[in-house]
């Protein structure tokens, strides 16, 4: 491994959902306001090769790199923090550890060995973070093991991550997670839980250089003194994650704590000069600002119980609120409770946002909604799915297509609108044949979408497999549909809006996977922006 970076392996304890995610990204974006240049890497102790099969109802957004990994959340969080384009190697599941691993076996490169999880494994498993540090050379490579110390599934992540640490000594550190218990309302925190978490990561070889403990409030130096007597960890090393009132809050509130001053100190390093990171500063300082505007969006899905589904869709609307000085409210509607007697409640929201999905499932209240938003020139803002539904939706009842539909939910139907373009650039992968990460799409003079993004030629990622049908392509246009964008390598539809509406724009990728906290997809900011009123 290269002797520049510098390896900060994360480590969580006691139970799940925890924040770990969100403490790694604090942790990086911490560190590049003292001039460090940060990557994150997450290993998913789960058997799926990729996240691309897991359902978001259960386990969150599947997220999209540029180079078209289907990856977990967290890699989401850690773009948006850190404001930079994570390449596919930042997502490790085991799953994709022990499938090269035995496909090198069948390939007969291991030479007649019998092949183990030690040494086997846990040695492909550090030569991932090895060649993510080597390749990009980072000052800091931040690594969350997913997952609780103490599940089987951890045991190899916590080996390897062992063994690098023997082998580099200088060069990794340790940060354990951990919640500090209140049973009731106001009574004693428990210490035990942490205290056995601790004990477990001790006793698969590992001894946690600094412990963030996740409590309500800021730890008292009593109960610091009492987790360090009980756990052998310094004083000075434990800090707190509080809750917060917004997540973006806890990079400062980790630098207010001098967090950095434990990470430099293990390094024997001086803490650099704060140069600042552009202009996070700024962006703390807006989420603190009074509000000015409001705004309350429907977003009409399958999943409205589980929020995690649309993670990075709620983060893009939230980022853009910030900046245009809104307070935000997103209501998640299941369009199985839409029908004809119930849509003008819609009325009372200020914009329509029908995000992407997958299936037949619930599809027919997304057209309504889609429907109520055009007729009645409320801002409306298709995601994939939603823009596939929106085109279905204008042949259905303004050309009086009927049987207008996506061959997704109807093979036989006589209108297919959408549809599987045979040849057009897929990757076969285990999910199938899908279009995955970045494509390029060129803007249409005079349209609104120009006018948002201010240039011709964008580049934004993609997650799907059905397209716009181009010979209906003439006839919607008669009637006032834009394409405002396409794909002209391959002449695919990628963006729709119409004439004569407030904002109705839909677009085939998933411009939700490239909003940062310093610059928000230009799509998210403008439809907020027309869609936000003054308080
Ligand atoms: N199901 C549609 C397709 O496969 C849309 C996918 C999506 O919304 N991500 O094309």
Not at 492 to 516: C, D, G, R, Y
Request: proline letters at 4%.
């Amino acid at each position: 491994m290269n002797d520049k970076t510098k390896i900060l392996i994360v480590t969580g304890g006691v139970f799940s959902s925890l924040g770990k995610g969100v403490a790694c990204s604090s942790l990086g974006a911490m560190l590049k306001c003292f001039g460090q240049e940060v990557l994150i890497m997450k290993f998913d102790p789960y058997l799926n090769v990729d996240a691309g099969t897991m359902a978001p109802g259960q386990h969150g957004e599947v997220f999209v790199t540029f180079d078209g990994r289907e990856t977990d959340l967290d890699i989401g969080n850690y773009e948006r923090f850190l404001n930079i384009n994570l390449p596919k190697e930042s997502n490790v599941t085991a799953g994709r550890v022990y499938y090269e691993t035995i496909a090198k076996e069948r390939d007969g490169k291991f030479l007649g060995a019998t092949i183990q999880v030690v040494p086997h494994i846990t040695e492909a498993i550090s030569q991932k973070i090895i060649l993510l540090s080597n390749k990009y050379q980072p000052d800091f490579l931040i690594v969350e093991v997913g997952g609780t110390v103490g599940d089987i599934e951890s045991i190899p992540f916590l080996e390897a991550t062992r063994q690098l640490q023997a082998k580099y000594r200088s060069q990794v550190m340790f940060i354990h997670t951990v919640p500090l218990i209140e049973l009731l309302t106001g009574s004693d925190l428990k210490t035990k839980p942490l205290q056995h978490s601790v004990k477990d990561l001790m006793s698969a070889g590992i001894f946690p250089n600094l412990l963030l403990v996740r409590s309500k409030d800021a730890v008292s130096n009593k109960l610091k003194e009492k987790i360090s007597l009980t756990t052998g960890i310094e004083n000075e090393n434990i800090y707190s994650l509080i809750n917060l009132k917004h997540i973006y809050l806890l990079p400062e509130s980790l630098e207010n704590q001098k967090v950095q001053n434990s990470i430099f100190n293990f390094f024997k390093m001086e803490v650099p000069n704060r140069i600042g990171y552009k202009h996070w500063d700024t962006f703390t300082s807006l989420i603190k600002e009074p509000k000015k505007y409001k705004a309350r969006i429907a977003v009409v899905g399958k999943y409205s119980d589980s929020p995690d589904a649309y993670l990075s869709i709620i983060s893009s609307l939230e980022i853009s609120s910030f900046y245009l000085k809104t307070d935000l409210s997103i209501e998640f509607i299941n369009s199985s409770s839409l029908n004809e007697n119930n849509i003008s409640e819609l009325s009372e929201f200020d914009a329509i946002l029908v995000p992407g999905g997958f299936g037949k499932r619930d599809i027919e209240g997304k057209i309504l909604a889609i429907q109520y938003a055009r007729e009645n020139n409320i801002p409306f803002f298709g995601i994939c799915l939603g823009m596939q539904l929106a085109s279905i939706e204008f042949a259905r009842n303004v050309l009086k297509m009927h049987d207008a539909d996506s061959t997704e939910f109807n093979e036989n139907t006589a209108n297919p609108i959408i549809t599987i373009l045979e040849g057009k650039n897929r990757e076969t992968n285990l999910g199938g044949t899908l279009r995955l990460g970045n494509y390029n799409c060129e803007l249409k003079d005079g349209s609104k979408i120009l006018e948002i993004y201010k240039r011709k030629s964008i580049v934004e990622r993609h997650r799907h497999r059905y397209e716009f049908n181009p010979k209906y392509m003439d006839i919607f246009e008669k009637h006032g549909f834009v394409f405002s964008g396409i794909n002209k390598e391959n002449n695919l539809v990628e963006i729709i809006e119409l004439e004569n509406h407030k904002f109705f724009i839909a677009v085939q990728f998933h411009p939700e996977f490239t909003s940062k906290i310093l610059s928000p997809n230009p799509i998210f900011y403008s439809f907020l922006n027309v869609s936000k009123k003054p308080i």
